[in-house]
Nanobody
Framework: VQLQASGGGLARAGGSLRLSCAASGRTLSSYDMGWFRQAPGKEREFVAAISWSGGPTSRAGSVKGRFTISRDNVKVYLQMNSLKPEDTAVYYC?????????????????WGQGTQVTVSS
């Protein structure tokens, strides 16, 4: 499965961005999906996850109330509001063959190439 993340860019603090993730040539409907991010010099960290059914979701404490993960049959989205400079990172989408909205990168089987998000103060 080849994942393609898009929608990153430059935003001011307090602004919004919407990331999208799609798979080449297939749907994502059978996968639990996650968003992770990695800032320079830091480890990749969990941001949000959504079940294959689109029902249960999970978000890291640092983004609760600001970021929302959603999906349709074709794409997975990460709506990011009230952005902060500390949200600056490369954002990755990932697909998991397992279930349970895992929060560790090791539980995901396929990864996109990442999209840069930069938030200025």
């Amino acid at each position: 499965v080849q994942l393609q993340a898009s929608g990153g860019g430059l935003a001011r603090a307090g602004g919004s961005l919407r990331l999208s993730c799609a798979a080449s040539g297939r749907t994502l409907s059978s996968y639990d999906m996650g968003w992770f991010r990695q800032a320079p010099g830091k480890e990749r960290e969990f941001v949000a996850a959504i079940s294959w059914s689109g029902g249960p979701t999970s978000r890291a404490g640092s983004v609760k109330g600001r970021f929302t993960i959603s999906r349709d049959n074709v794409k997975v989205y990460l709506q990011m509001n009230s952005l902060k400079p500390e949200d600056t990172a490369v954002y990755y989408c990932a697909a998991s063959l397992g279930t349970g909205m895992r929060v560790l990168p090791m539980h995901y089987d396929y990864w996109g190439q990442g999209t840069q998000v930069t938030v200025s103060s």
